[in-house]
T-cell receptor, first 115, second 110 residues
Framework: NAGVTQTPKFQVLKTGQSMTLQCAQD?????MSWYRQDPGMGLRLIHY???????DQGEVPNGYNVSRSTTEDFPLRLLSAAPSQTSVYFC??????????????FGPGTRLTVL | TQLLEQSPQFLSIQEGENLTVYCNSS?????LQWYRQEPGEGPVLLVT?????EVKKLKRLTFQFGDARKDSSLHITAAQPGDTGLYLC??????????FGSGTQLTVLP
């Protein structure tokens, strides 16, 4: 099993550009989520999905879109990149998504810089 | 929004020393998890504590959940360089959302 994979590992964008961060898992997990990690702020939830076709907003959803067409994939789209979106982005998956009890498996992260 | 505050933010110690990291909140959490993150990687779950007053041990790591389920601590005995990393606590903000603390960056010097 590859677990949770993310691409690209690094990305530099100019303000206003759009891009998609890819995330895939091969553990047949129903729950997938996206976090951003900024210095001194831990991880903050952007969007999450409890199954194919179902998505919901987390703590910091503005400027990001998601969709979940398959169980395996959960891409994160930046519509018009801003310098405030410079961060490290982590995708995670878990079997049921019950926060605080279910094990979250994290990908290796995407380091995004917006100039 | 439920907040989790971790202290200290940074900790640098010598190999063989003991240390404690704290995770505090004004809110009650139904459960709390501790993760460790190494540079360039995602966090990895260490433990989940569910019951107030619960103590769990993982080799040299001891985790405790406060009686009121508002705080937790991580104690490492005889720290080793391999313990170096970012330690994160996380609590269930809602049924589907984890709230993470800001983290404690631990460096164990040989």
């Amino acid at each position: 099993n590859a677990g949770v994979t993310q691409t690209p590992k690094f990305q530099v964008l100019k303000t206003g550009q759009s891009m998609t961060l890819q995330c895939a898992q091969d553990m047949n997990h129903e729950y997938m989520s996206w976090y951003r990690q900024d210095p001194g702020m831990g991880l903050r939830l952007i969007h999450y999905s409890v199954g194919a076709g179902i998505t919901d907003q987390g703590e910091v959803p503005n400027g990001y879109n998601v969709s979940r067409s398959t169980t395996e994939d959960f891409p994160l789209r930046l519509l018009s990149a801003a310098p405030s979106q410079t961060s490290v982005y982590f995708c995670a998956s878990s079997y049921s998504g019950l926060a605080g009890t279910d094990t979250q498996y994290f990908g290796p992260g995407t380091r995004l810089t917006v100039l | 929004t439920q907040l989790l505050e971790q202290s200290p933010q940074f900790l640098s110690i010598q190999e063989g020393e003991n240390l404690t990291v704290y995770c505090n909140s004004s809110s009650v959490f139904s459960s709390l998890q501790w993760y460790r993150q190494e540079p360039g990687e995602g966090p990895v779950l260490l433990v989940t504590v569910v019951t107030g007053g619960e103590v769990k041990k993982l080799k040299r790591l001891t985790f405790q959940f406060g009686d009121a389920r508002k705080d937790s601590s991580l104690h490492i005995t005889a720290a080793q360089p391999g313990d170096t990393g970012l330690y994160l606590c996380a609590g269930a903000g809602s049924a589907r959302q984890l709230t993470f603390g800001s983290g404690t960056q631990l460096t164990v010097l040989p």
